[in-house]
């Protein structure tokens, strides 16, 4: 796979320190039990962006590659069958590579005017998953993040 590029330079707590224990991995004590895959953690679907990007073709991985450069919040969102919103929001365009939704705020992350993203996709409603690009001003929490501005960068298949 490569390098796996994370949010802001990141390093997952799951990457290995070298010992041949990745950090994070207890054996029952402590935060975890040593059990699970970690699919509940944003560094966890995070990692996968790029295993997704590779079934894109060039052009796709190469402006996933420059938004990340420019410092763009890479994430999911997660639209209908149609490639409409799912856990409500405005009419906007139907998802597409390359689709850039542009909304008029106020930036407040609960709020229609906003919109949104996350990295713990499966928490969210929806049939089709999407890899997107939030630009300008971002806010979030734990859950999900807000912009208003998201390009659509490629399905997650």
């Known amino acids: 796979m490569g390098n796996v590029n994370i949010l802001r330079g990141n390093q997952p707590s799951w990457v290995s320190d070298g010992s041949g224990y990745g950090a994070g991995y207890g054996y029952g004590y402590g935060?975890?039990?040593?059990?699970?895959?970690?699919?509940?953690?944003?560094?966890?679907?995070?990692?996968?962006?790029?295993?997704?990007?590779?079934?894109?073709?060039?052009?796709?991985?190469?402006?996933?590659?420059?938004?990340?450069?420019?410092?763009?919040?890479?994430?999911?969102?997660?639209?209908?069958?149609?490639?409409?919103?799912?856990?409500?929001?405005?009419?906007?365009?139907?998802?597409?590579?390359?689709?850039?939704?542009?909304?008029?705020?106020?930036?407040?992350?609960?709020?229609?005017?906003?919109?949104?993203?996350?990295?713990?996709?499966?928490k969210w409603k929806g049939e089709r998953w999407w890899i997107v690009a939030l630009t300008g001003e971002i806010v979030g929490n734990e859950e999900k993040y807000g912009a208003l501005s998201r390009e659509i960068l490629g399905e997650a298949l």
């Not at 895959?37 to 679907?45: I, L, N, P, R, V």
């Not at 490639?83 to 609960?110: E, K």
Request: hydrophobic letters at 40%.
């Open 31 to 122: 935060d975890y039990d040593g059990s699970g895959d970690g699919s509940d953690s944003k560094e966890y679907w995070l990692a996968t962006i790029d295993c997704f990007a590779l079934k894109w073709p060039d052009a796709l991985r190469e402006r996933l590659a420059t938004l990340r450069t420019n410092g763009a919040t890479i994430a999911f969102w997660r639209s209908d069958i149609e490639g409409l919103p799912s856990n409500g929001g405005q009419h906007i365009a139907p998802a597409a590579p390359g689709v850039v939704h542009i909304a008029d705020g106020p930036l407040n992350l609960c709020n229609a005017g906003t919109l949104h993203a996350t990295l713990l996709p499966p």
